[in-house]
């Protein structure tokens, strides 16, 4: 995972979205707001979940166990205000709330890349697909939205997936997020996805984080 600097003002803008909650939305942005904090990047981490505030009270749960924190995180009711408020930070990562909206078409437009979390099953899939092309219908180039397999069990259900991704021309990132206990139990602590007990859980979650980052950096 790796970035490069090239101004004063905010970097780059991460969008993570869906049309749903509990599709994973959470998990990656906040797993990529410590991975790039630990690379050093002043992170803004703006949780859009004013109601249950998932991110905010993650961070917090990280803070109580004496972990160190990534940055600012905080619960922010608009995109736009979002943005306005990290103008000074290298990285703003969006937890966008789980439904699409008006403001989730402004947050498309205005991000660098846009990432769509989903399961591998059809009732996951193809909400996620009509918001990907209702959000291209408005005027997001296909080429920033990319969709991320999380919650998966078997490597059939992946092949599946990015098949039926792939056929509507679609980015799908590479790597996934299984569905492991581990994972669970280490988000339960405010730790992170590619912080767990196990290397080999970490190394894969970093796997999909260092797509992002491809994308994020280089459009590839």
């Not at 669970?184 to 996805?193: E, F, I, P, T, Y």
């Amino acid at each position: 995972m790796s970035f490069y600097y090239h101004g004063d003002n905010m970097e780059k803008f991460i969008a993570f979205i869906s049309q749903k909650g509990g599709v994973g939305k959470s998990t990656l942005s906040r797993a990529f707001a410590t991975e790039a904090s630990k690379l050093g990047l002043s992170v803004k981490l703006a949780d859009l979940d004013t109601q249950q505030g998932t991110s905010t009270d993650w961070h917090r749960q990280r803070l109580n166990n004496g972990f160190k924190a990534i940055g600012s995180v905080e619960c922010i009711d608009t995109a736009k205000r979002a943005i306005t408020t990290a103008k000074e930070f290298d990285l703003l990562i969006i937890d966008g709330a789980p439904r699409a909206s008006a403001g989730t078409l402004e947050m498309a437009k205005n991000a660098d890349l846009v990432v769509l979390p989903c399961c591998a099953s059809r009732d996951d899939l193809v909400p996620a697909v009509k918001l990907a092309k209702e959000l291209e219908e408005r005027g997001t180039p296909r080429k920033k939205i990319c969709f991320a397999l999380v919650r998966v069990a078997t490597e059939s259900e992946i092949a599946d997936a990015r098949e039926f991704l792939g056929d509507l021309g679609f980015i799908v990132l590479d790597g996934c997020l299984y569905e492991k206990p581990s994972y669970r139990q280490a988000q339960n602590k405010g730790l992170a996805v590619t912080e767990t007990t196990f290397k080999s859980l970490n190394q894969k979650a970093k796997v999909l984080l260092d797509s992002m980052t491809n994308h994020l950096m280089n459009g590839e």
